[in-house]
Nanobody, 116 residues
């Protein structure tokens, strides 16, 4: 069955770094654009970053540009989110998403907490 399993979240001080990973299985990973979303308490889920199937194109929310980097390894069926210069407002549950045509899969999320 389809699985997206996020890992790498945790508690970090402001200014610190974390690297999230999302391991995919059960579908043809290289056909899917991959994204990271996040949802803070009481807020809507928002798109953080997207990477194309080949990894050549990436897009970022304005709030994370210059601090976060999305990447993927199609040989390992894994997408990453390197998060640097973290701020308390980055605190949220981070979700991995795979999208192709009308099909979309979600992971269960990983908590990132940034203390001031």
């Amino acid at each position: 069955q389809v699985q997206l399993v996020e890992s790498g979240g945790g508690l970090v001080q402001s200014g610190g770094s974390l690297r999230l990973s999302c391991a995919a299985s059960g579908f043809t990973f290289s056909k899917y654009a991959m994204s990271w979303y996040r949802q803070a308490p009481g807020k809507d889920r928002e798109l953080v970053a997207t990477i194309s199937t080949t990894g050549r194109r990436t897009n970022y929310a304005d709030s994370v540009k210059g601090r976060f980097t999305i990447s993927r390894d199609n040989a390992k069926n894994t997408v990453y989110l390197q998060m640097n210069s973290l701020k308390p407002e980055d605190t949220a549950v981070y979700y991995c998403n795979a999208a192709w045509s009308l099909t979309s899969y979600w992971g269960q999320g990983t908590q990132v907490t940034v203390s001031s």
